[in-house]
Every structure is written in structure tokens, then in C-alpha cells.
């Protein structure tokens, strides 16, 4: 488990981080982003969230756990919309990461550098096991990274693979556990060799 260093709780801080929790489908992301968020309103931080629109699957606005664990956020269209709308926040969260455009990066580091707490959640690696989007430069400017796990609904292993169970190409594709399930290395990847025998 995260345990934010003291001084970040206190507020004792001006030089701002950048944060990311990232894993497959299922593994928990949203789930940690809002635990970090509510420690951090607990500590009497200004907080602001953000989600792309993109992402309506529980609640058009908040930003939903797969646990139905909901917190107040503000959906954008653009990454550059976080900016001006964080305002005098203390801590950003910015959830789906890996559905906004690449100016997410710069956005982390802006709001970074203007001394702020950035914590971000997304998929590392789409349902290709290629890194996603923005993703993988999110990850390398981070102070602090988080992977978690799922469960491989196949073999009860750790899974770190998202396998996509519709015929869908398009590497954008928002669902559930009817177009989705977390697979480990040996499953996902014979997954996706099977996929390739049919076409």
C-alpha cells in the first residue's frame, strides 16, 4: 500500500510530484486514486478530480470504482482544460489517463511544477500489451509508481494483462466485464494468438 511521505500529508510542500497508479483492467486503479484522494481531503488539502468525457460506464460526471466507490470529479474533453480548472487546488487527480491526448504529460508537469500533488490512474498497456497512449511517458517523469494486479479469471494467478473479449479492433474501446477480463502472460497471450488463427 502507498503511504504518502509526512510532509505531503502536513501540506509542508511546494516543490509538487507526480504520482501514477497504473495495471490492467480490474486491478484496483480507480479504487487507490480515490483512497489517496479522500487521505488528502481528510487532511484539509484542496482537491480537484478529473476524468476524460469519454468515460460515461457508471456516472457521467464522478469518477466510479468497479466497487461502485464514487467520488466527486469534474469531466474534460482536453488535457489542457485541467489546468485552468484546477485552480488553487493542492491535489490533482486525473483518472483513465490513458483515454486523454498526449498533452496530458505536459499537463502533469505543469501542475507538477506550480508545486501541486498530481496523482494519476490509467491502463500501462492496452488490450494488445502495447504500453497505452501517454501512459508510458507519464510513467517515466513519475516520483511515485504503483502497479497493481488483477486476478487472471483463468488460472487464479496475479494478471497484469487486459484481453479483450469482443472482436473489436479499434484500440479505444470503454467496457466492462462483458467486453473485458484480466489475464496473466501464458492466457493473454494465447488469447490473442487464437484471435489471430480466426481472422
Known amino acids: 500500500m502507498f503511504l504518502e511521505p509526512q510532509n505531503r500529508i502536513e501540506g509542508k510542500h511546494s516543490a509538487g510530484s507526480i504520482e501514477v497508479i ?4 480490474f486491478s484496483g486503479k480507480t479504487e487507490e486514486l480515490i483512497r489517496r484522494l479522500r487521505r488528502a481531503a481528510i487532511a484539509k488539502q484542496n ?10 460506464r457508471y456516472d457521467d460526471e464522478d469518477v466510479v470504482s468497479h466497487n461502485k466507490t464514487a467520488i466527486r470529479s469534474t469531466p474534460v474533453q482536453f488535457a489542457s482544460d485541467i489546468i485552468l480548472l484546477s485552480g488553487d487546488s493542492d491535489v490533482v487527480g486525473i483518472d483513465e489517463a490513458q483515454f486523454f491526448d498526449e498533452d496530458i504529460v505536459e499537463v502533469a508537469q505543469k501542475l507538477a511544477n506550480s508545486g501541486k500533488r498530481v496523482i494519476v490512474a490509467g491502463l ?14 507519464l510513467l517515466a517523469i513519475a516520483e511515485f509508481v ?11 494467478s496475479l494478471a497484469s494483462f487486459s484481453y479483450r473479449l469482443t472482436d473489436t479492433e479499434s484500440t479505444v474501446e470503454v467496457g466492462e466485464k462483458e467486453a473485458y477480463e484480466a489475464r496473466n502472460r501464458k492466457y493473454f497471450f494465447e488469447g490473442l494468438n487464437e484471435k489471430k488463427k480466426k481472422k
Open 146 to 156: 504503483t502497479k497493481l494486479h488483477a486476478i487472471c479469471t483463468i488460472s487464479g
Open 47 to 56: 482537491v480537484e478530480i478529473f476524468k476524460p468525457s469519454i468515460d460515461t
Open 124 to 137: 500501462d498497456m492496452d488490450s494488445n500489451g502495447k504500453p497505452f497512449g501517454p501512459m508510458p511517458y
Open 22 to 25: 497504473c495495471g490492467c483492467m
